[in-house]
T-cell receptor, first 117, second 113 residues
Framework: GAVVSQHPSRVICKSGTSVKIECRSL??????MFWYRQFPKKSLMLMAT?????????EQGVEKDKFLINHASLTLSTLTVTSAHPEDSSFYIC?????????????FGPGTRLTVT | GENVEQHPSTLSVQEGDSAVIKCTYS??????FPWYKQELGKRPQLIID?????GEKKDQRIAVTLNKTAKHFSLHITETQPEDSAVYFC????????????FGSGTRLQVQP
């Protein structure tokens, strides 16, 4: 099946700094990628839809100036958490829909554990 | 937008028993219903999925049933084993290639040996 990678897997940063998370589709092209956030013992909540070559679409309540998304190529989307605060500590997961017309499956990255101190 | 409700939030069964998790969705246009197993700190792992043109699908000990009229779908795990212990999420999607999944709230399954 299709493979999606994320980097880094874990990051600890100080309050006020920015952190960039990369999501790559390794063996397929993804014109669309999705970014989710998952707090402990909670479900995955969609933050934004990343579109190659155009602006991301953010879900209600997600600050676009705080969570910057760039989808510069067909295999890479990045999420930058700007001026991070402890409440931004969470598990961030990206996903991409497969390109096979017969499958509706979406492929998830391994996630990035962000801790803001 | 789509809303998915999942029950129960926790489920404890004895090894060898069956487990059933239920979800309801709100958007009658949704046509894809996957189930994921997630272990702590890991990505969701697809365990079974069903499309709206099918009422039931089975893969060894796991089965999913879909009732489009009632807008609900269920996960059935038979002969549970301790390694089935994890958090399970249902999700729904109107597939267009550019839409994200909407997830249920999750069920923590504990299989007691």
């Amino acid at each position: 099946g299709a493979v999606v990678s994320q980097h880094p897997s874990r990051v600890i940063c100080k309050s006020g700094t920015s952190v960039k998370i990369e999501c790559r589709s390794l063996d397929f092209q993804a014109t669309t990628m999705f970014w989710y956030r998952q707090f402990p013992k909670k479900s995955l909540m969609l933050m934004a839809t990343s579109n190659e070559g155009s602006k991301a679409t953010y879900e209600q309540g997600v600050e676009k100036d705080k969570f910057l998304i760039n989808h510069a190529s067909l295999t890479l989307s990045t999420l930058t958490v700007t001026s991070a605060h402890p409440e931004d500590s969470s598990f961030y997961i990206c996903s991409a829909p497969g390109t096979s017309g017969s499958s509706y499956e979406q492929y998830f990255g391994p996630g990035t554990r962000l801790t803001v101190t | 937008g789509e809303n998915v409700e999942q029950h129960p939030s926790t489920l404890s069964v004895q090894e060898g028993d069956s487990a059933v998790i239920k979800c309801t969705y709100s958007d009658s246009a949704s046509n894809y219903f996957p189930w994921y197993k997630q272990e702590l700190g890991k990505r969701p792992q697809l365990i079974i999925d069903i499309r709206s043109n099918v009422g039931e699908k089975k893969d060894q000990r796991i089965a999913v049933t879909l009732n489009k009229t009632a807008k609900h779908f269920s996960l059935h795990i038979t002969e549970t084993q301790p390694e089935d212990s994890a958090v399970y999420f249902c999700a729904s999607l109107l597939y267009t290639g550019r839409r994200a999944l909407t997830f249920g709230s999750g069920t923590r399954l504990q299989v007691q040996p």
